[in-house]
T-cell receptor
Framework: AQKVTQAQTEISVVEKEDVTLDCVYE???????LFWYKQPPSGELVFLIRRNSFDEQNEISGRYSWNFQKSTSSFNFTITASQVVDSAVYFC???????????FGKGTKLTVNP | GAVVSQHPSRVICKSGTSVKIECRSL??????MFWYRQFPKKSLMLMAT?????????EQGVEKDKFLINHASLTLSTLTVTSAHPEDSSFYIC????????????FGPGTRLTVT
């Protein structure tokens, strides 16, 4: 069975601070995909990144960066110099093997205060 | 990127009535669509997989007779909440894979249902 754990329920930071959101996943499949989504108060899910299990390279996109480590089954997300607009709930998700189903973590609510 | 729409975005209905939510893929065909439910401050929970031309596949614990799913065409799936109760109030989100690769899913903007 697949499982995604986001141990941080809520995080509060002050603007310009760096913040890391943790994600630990479980799967027995060797082929899988990991995702991060942002859900602002409006509710719409915003796709941030997809990573497959064969690509362990870290990724940077502007202020966002992702650290994928298979050795620890983690796919952590860092926001550098956070901004108020980053305030949202962030979900880590997994789809594994031949499954068609996305498994979501419980989400981390990030609040960036001015 | 691909676009998935949902209608309505918000709906308020009275207990005992039924409400239909539509999920459309606007620029691609989707033989499969997924319906999720999200309670306040909770994660997304998969309710069912909608299959064009065949019956939907429901997740354990989801009442088939209460949440009717119809995938009438390659671009439209509908979720009907029948005999709605206040506990059905939730945020419903659909998604659709653009290709046979299920890891490439596109989400609709969601429908907020309030049952009074």
């Amino acid at each position: 069975a697949q499982k995604v754990t986001q141990a941080q329920t809520e995080i509060s930071v002050v603007e310009k601070e760096d913040v890391t959101l943790d994600c630990v996943y479980e799967t027995r499949d060797t082929t899988y995909y990991l995702f991060w989504y942002k859900q602002p108060p409006s509710g719409e899910l915003v796709f941030l990144i997809r990573r497959n299990s064969f690509d362990e390279q870290n990724e940077i996109s502007g202020r966002y960066s992702w650290n994928f480590q298979k050795s620890t089954s983690s796919f952590n997300f860092t926001i550098t110099a956070s901004q108020v607009v980053d305030s949202a709930v962030y979900f880590c998700a997994l789809i594994a093997g031949g499954s068609e189903k996305l498994v979501f973590g419980k989400g981390t609510k990030l609040t960036v205060n001015p | 990127g691909a676009v998935v729409s949902q209608h309505p975005s918000r709906v308020i209905c009275k207990s005992g009535t039924s409400v239909k939510i539509e999920c459309r893929s606007l620029d691609f065909q989707a033989t499969t669509m997924f319906w999720y439910r999200q309670f306040p401050k909770k994660s997304l929970m998969l309710m069912a997989t909608s299959n064009e031309g065949s019956k939907a596949t429901y997740e354990q614990g989801v009442e088939k007779d209460k949440f009717l799913i119809n995938h009438a065409s390659l671009t439209l799936s509908t979720l009907t909440v029948t005999s709605a109760h206040p506990e059905d109030s939730s945020f419903y989100i659909c998604s659709a894979p653009k290709t046979a690769n299920y890891y490439e899913q596109y989400f609709g903007p969601g429908t907020r249902l309030t049952v009074t």
